[in-house]
């Protein structure tokens, strides 16, 4: 069975400042990555995703993930946050079942 | 393209009453899951539908949840009868095809409180 760790569950961080969010998978098959983004009050928004290909992937919004398969890993960093970054973060995974198992989420938190 | 939507938006019942939750997935998209995800922790899937077909409900308490997806279309979730442990946001989602490759669409979810 697949799972996900998320190993922040919060991270404060000041507006400008950067940021990283971690995510580690197991599964014994080829994969699919997600990070999802929730904001407060609203549904689930796909942030971007690995298929395959380019082991880096960004986002319309300045969001870049890095698909470490070694190291299982699909970590969310973004240079500079601003305030509207605010929100809760959900790592996920797909595999062949398509079967979509996300994350315990990291909330975070911007500062001005 | 019209997004999943899910009625109602918010509901409040007391322990042991009956819900029911509806979903209606983007057009053309054959399969469909219900995610429960309780305050503080990821969503976790409960039922996974391709067309009318259940492919997956490993997860779900078929003591007190059950869902049906007729025609392959809109779907509905039901508790019965509900558990304090029950409050939570119910997630639906739907895909063209079940992979990841194409997408999974969200709904707004509905926000479940058992008093």
Redesign the interface.
């Known amino acids: 069975a697949q799972s ?1 760790t ?1 190993l922040d569950s919060q991270v404060p961080v000041f507006e400008e400042a950067p940021v990283e969010l971690r995510c580690n998978y197991s599964s014994s098959v080829s994969v ?1 990555l ?1 990070w ?1 983004v929730q904001y407060p009050n ?5 942030l971007l ?1 690995y ?1 395959s290909g380019s082991t880096l992937v960004e986002s319309i919004n300045g969001f870049e993930a890095e698909f470490n398969k070694s190291q299982t890993s699909f970590h969310l960093r973004k240079p500079s946050v601003h305030i509207s970054d605010t929100a809760e973060y ?1 790592c ?1 995974v ?1 595999d062949s ?9 990291t909330r975070v938190l911007v500062k001005p | 393209e019209a997004g999943v939507a899910q009625s109602p938006r918010y509901k409040i019942i007391e322990k042991r009453q009956s819900v029911a939750f509806w979903c209606n997935p983007i057009s053309g998209h054959a ?1 469909l ?1 219900w ?1 429960q995800q309780i305050l ?6 409960l039922i ?1 539908f391709q067309n009318n077909g259940v ?2 409900d490993s997860q779900l308490p078929k003591d007190r949840f059950s869902a049906e997806r007729l025609k392959g279309v809109d779907s509905t979730l039901k508790i019965q009868p509900a558990k304090l442990e029950d409050s939570a946001v119910y ?1 639906c ?1 739907s ?1 063209l095809d ?4 194409v ?2 669409t ?4 509905t926000r479940l409180t058992v008093v």
Do not use: H
Not at chain 2, 106 to 109: D, E, Q, V
């Open positions: 996900v998320q699919y997600f999802y609203q549904g689930l928004q796909l995703k298929l959900f996920a797909s079942g398509n079967k979509l198992t996300f994350g315990g989420g | 399969t899951y995610y503080g922790q990821g969503p976790k899937l996974q492919v997956d997630l989602a895909s079940g992979t990841g490759a997408g999974y969200f709904g707004s979810g």
